[in-house]
């Protein structure tokens, strides 16, 4: 098996859908950049500061849409027109292109003889399966269709652009497979096992949820099932669904907004359980947790359902209610006793950084030398100048 790759150091490109915030995508692609200290990153949209010092010391190049004043508080909103942004980025110089995609990356035009490889966290959710989490009311769905019906063509037809997917859980290869008919690799993310660590003093008597505020994380559900128990409950985070959501609490829900790391190990460590009912295709925070020691409460579907072990370090539910939520949550806490520590940061110790890398690297290096071997022995073919061409009968017509 090939274990090196030597392009020169112009050779590599890493595509990121957008740079503006510093989550389990922008932890993958660090750690992908890692791999390739001379690649040169594209990106829609880049909001400096957001994603920390090492991200920032690679050359970043930016779509034209960047341009636009404050456009870090709408980027969403200009979704018809990243497809075409994407596509825009010139790679005619490099020879191998790494794309980490949830949702245009993987669509850029590589040079021909390109290898492209993909880490696909997700299909395009809003185009695909998850339309109804993001266009809630009939008239936006309607309106949506002519737009969604464009992005699907689009994201199916430029999946023709990959050479190689890899996905972050099964859960993704499975709709990579149903929506662009390609076969994916499958490897799983990973998560700071020596950030988070597990500690002595007892759990306090709050939940917690630790995630971005997008419509398909259904954290209305964990503030509505704390509500109708009468449970504390801490929000780390933020984003666009964050007025809808602060709308809804009472007394008992805190919203902590983006914290340092120090205080996110402490929320973590002193949680009774991380809730967690959003349908993820992967789902970095259930590590976080359960690295700290702690075990999880999460909607029975998606990535989910291959990090967490049922009854040692977590529990499912199998309808996205807060009814089924709740009483989820009373069965975590009649035999609350039984999710020990040790068990949860066992299994968490699983997804490391190191393991990530190794898998990542050894696929990439043995594509590369195939697709190198394969380049050497297809040479081109010249046609004959005394070979005469008979045209087809349709180019006639």
Not at 97 to 108: N, P, T
Not at 130 to 140: G, I, K, L, W
């Amino acid at each position: 098996m090939r274990t090196e790759l030597t392009p020169s150091p112009r050779n590599i490109a890493l595509i990121h859908d957008w740079l503006v915030s510093y989550r389990g995508g922008e932890k993958c692609l660090e750690a992908i950049a890692e791999l390739y200290p001379q690649a040169t990153i594209h990106t829609l949209f880049y909001t400096r500061g957001r994603v920390g010092p090492f991200l920032e010391s690679y050359k970043i190049n930016v779509s034209a849409l960047n341009r636009l004043p404050r456009v870090d508080r709408y980027y969403r909103y200009l979704l018809p027109w990243l497809p075409m942004a994407i596509e825009r980025f010139d790679l005619s110089e490099y020879d191998l292109v790494i794309s980490s995609s949830h949702c245009v990356a993987k669509g850029i035009i590589p040079a021909p003889g390109a290898l492209h490889i993909c880490y696909s966290h997700t299909p395009m959710r809003y185009a695909w399966d998850q339309m109804r989490d993001y266009f809630r009311t009939p008239v936006s769905f309607q309106l949506a269709q002519p737009v969604l019906h464009y992005l699907r063509q689009w994201d199916a037809l430029s999946s023709s652009r990959v050479d190689h997917f890899i996905a972050n859980s099964h859960w993704t290869a499975d709709r990579i497979q149903k929506y662009y008919r390609r076969n994916a690799l499958v490897i799983y993310p990973f998560v700071d096992t020596k950030g988070f660590q597990t500690v002595a003093t007892p759990a306090k008597d709050y939940y917690l949820v630790v995630a971005g505020f997008a419509p398909y994380k259904r954290i209305d559900l964990a503030i509505e099932a704390c509500k109708k128990l009468n449970r504390r409950l801490k929000i780390v985070g933020e984003g666009q669904d964050a007025k809808r959501l602060k709308s809804l609490r009472n007394s008992n829900i805190e919203f902590l907004g983006r914290v340092d790391f120090r205080t996110l190990r402490e929320v973590y460590a002193g949680a009774r359980a991380l809730l967690f009912p959003g349908k993820e295709d992967f789902g970095i925070t259930p590590l976080e947790a359960m690295a700290s020691g702690r075990p999880v409460i999460a909607f029975g579907r998606g990535g989910a359902m291959e990090t967490l072990v049922e009854n040692e370090t977590g529990i499912f539910f199998e309808e996205q209610t807060v009814d089924a939520l709740a009483q989820a949550m009373l069965r975590f806490e009649s035999k609350a006793e039984t999710f020990l520590p040790e068990k949860c940061r066992e299994r968490a110790l699983y997804f490391t950084k190191e393991r990530f890398q190794i898998q990542f690297q050894t696929c990439v290096s043995q594509w590369w030398g195939d697709h190198v071997t394969r380049r050497q022995s297809e040479p081109l073919s010249p046609i004959s100048p005394t070979r005469r061409i008979t045209p087809s009968p349709l180019l006639e017509m």
